[in-house]
C-alpha cells in the first residue's frame, strides 16, 4: 500500500512536469516550424448530401515534428493561440490553401470551395483583411471560393469589433460559417447580426444521430435554424451511411466526414477527386 501510494504520488507529479514541458517544447519548436517545412495542409472534402457532388474541402493544419512525429492540432493550435504564434501560421496558411485551391482550379476541380479555420486571436491581432486580400491576389483565387469556419465564441467576444471585420471580408466576397455549431452558446440572437453562410453542426451530435433520440432532435433543430435562416447546414464527422441517409432525408444541405474520405494530403486529394468523378 505504501508502495502504491508512492507511486501514484510520482506518477502524478512527473506527469505534471511533462505535461509543463511538453508545452514549453511545442511553444519553443513551434516558432521555427514553418520555416522548417515542418507545417503541412491536408484537405478533407465536403459533399452536396442531394447530388452527390464534392462542393469544398477544408483545410486541416498539420505538424510533423522531427522527433515527436505528428502532433494534433488541437494540442499545438491552442499552444500557438497563447504565444501569438497562430498569426504568423494562420498567414502562411492562408497563402498556401488559396495556392493550392486556385491550382486544383486550373487542374479541373471545378466549384471547389475551400475552408480554413480561424482563431480568435486573429480578429484581435495582426490585419486579417489585409492577409486575405493578399493571400486571394496573390494566388488569383476568387473571393466566393474562400469560406473562413468561425466559432459561435468567437462571435461573441468583442462581437464588434469581430462584427467590422467580417463586414469587410464580406464585402471582398469571403463566405463564412460557423464551426461546432450548437456546443458553444445558446443565445441565437447573433445569426440576425452576423452575415454567416453556414452553419457546421457538430460531429458530437451527428455521431449520436442514428442511436441517440437526443442527438437526432438537436441535428433536426439545427437543420431547421439554418434554414429559416437561409443557411445552409453540414454536417461533419459523418462516418457510416446511416448516418448520412437520416441526415439525408432530414434536408441537410452537406456533409463531411470518414465515410467519404479523412482529411488528403494535396496530391491525394487530386487522385480522390479523379477516382470520385
Ligand atoms: P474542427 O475544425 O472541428 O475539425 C474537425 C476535426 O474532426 C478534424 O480533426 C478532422 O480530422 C476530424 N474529423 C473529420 N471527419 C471525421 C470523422 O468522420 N470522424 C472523426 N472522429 N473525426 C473526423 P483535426 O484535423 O485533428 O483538427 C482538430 C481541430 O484543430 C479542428 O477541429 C480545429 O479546431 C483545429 N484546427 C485544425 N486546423 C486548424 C487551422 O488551420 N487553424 C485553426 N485555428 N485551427 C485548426
Ligand atoms: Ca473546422
Ligand atoms: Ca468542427
Ligand atoms: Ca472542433
Redesign the pocket.
Known amino acids: 500500500a505504501k508502495e502504491d501510494g508512492r507511486n501514484t504520488y510520482r506518477f502524478y507529479h512527473n506527469s505534471m512536469g511533462k505535461q509543463g514541458l511538453r508545452l514549453l517544447m511545442i511553444q519553443t519548436e513551434l516558432r521555427e516550424a514553418i520555416s522548417k517545412n515542418q507545417l503541412f495542409?491536408?484537405y478533407?472534402p465536403q459533399l452536396d448530401l442531394k447530388t452527390g457532388k464534392l462542393i469544398g474541402v477544408?483545410?486541416?493544419?498539420?505538424w510533423n515534428h522531427p522527433k515527436e512525429g505528428l502532433i494534433?492540432?488541437?494540442e499545438f493550435?491552442p499552444a500557438?493561440?497563447s504565444n501569438g504564434m497562430?498569426i504568423p501560421?494562420?498567414n502562411w496558411?492562408l497563402q498556401e490553401v488559396c495556392k493550392q485551391a486556385m491550382q486544383w482550379k486550373q487542374q479541373g476541380v471545378a466549384n471547389l470551395v475551400v475552408a480554413?479555420?480561424?482563431?480568435a486571436v486573429?480578429f484581435r491581432q495582426g490585419d486579417l483583411v489585409a492577409e486575405v486580400r493578399q493571400a486571394l491576389e496573390s494566388s488569383g483565387l476568387p473571393a466566393h471560393e474562400l469560406e473562413l469556419?468561425l466559432?459561435e465564441s468567437m462571435l461573441l467576444q468583442d462581437s464588434e469589433r469581430v462584427m467590422k471585420i467580417m463586414a469587410q471580408l464580406k464585402t471582398l466576397g469571403i463566405k463564412f460559417s460557423i464551426?461546432?455549431f450548437g456546443t458553444g452558446y445558446s443565445n441565437m440572437a447573433y445569426l440576425k447580426r452576423f452575415a454567416v453562410d453556414k452553419l457546421?453542426i457538430?460531429?458530437s451530435f451527428v455521431?449520436g444521430i442514428a442511436n441517440n433520440p437526443n442527438d437526432k432532435a438537436i441535428v433536426q433543430s439545427i437543420i431547421a435554424l439554418a434554414h429559416s435562416f437561409n443557411l445552409k447546414a453540414i454536417a461533419?464527422?459523418?462516418?457510416d451511411c446511416a448516418s448520412a441517409s437520416i441526415l439525408s432525408a432530414n434536408q441537410c444541405d452537406e456533409a463531411?466526414?470518414?465515410?467519404y474520405s479523412?482529411?488528403l494530403y494535396a496530391t491525394e486529394f487530386l487522385q480522390w477527386f479523379n477516382g470520385y468523378n
Do not use: M, W
Open positions: 495542409i491536408q478533407q477544408e483545410a486541416l493544419l498539420r494534433s492540432p488541437a493550435i500557438a493561440e497562430i501560421i494562420s496558411l480554413v479555420n480561424c482563431s486573429q469556419e466559432t464551426d461546432d457546421k457538430d460531429q455521431k461533419e464527422g459523418v462516418e463531411q466526414g470518414y465515410l479523412k482529411p
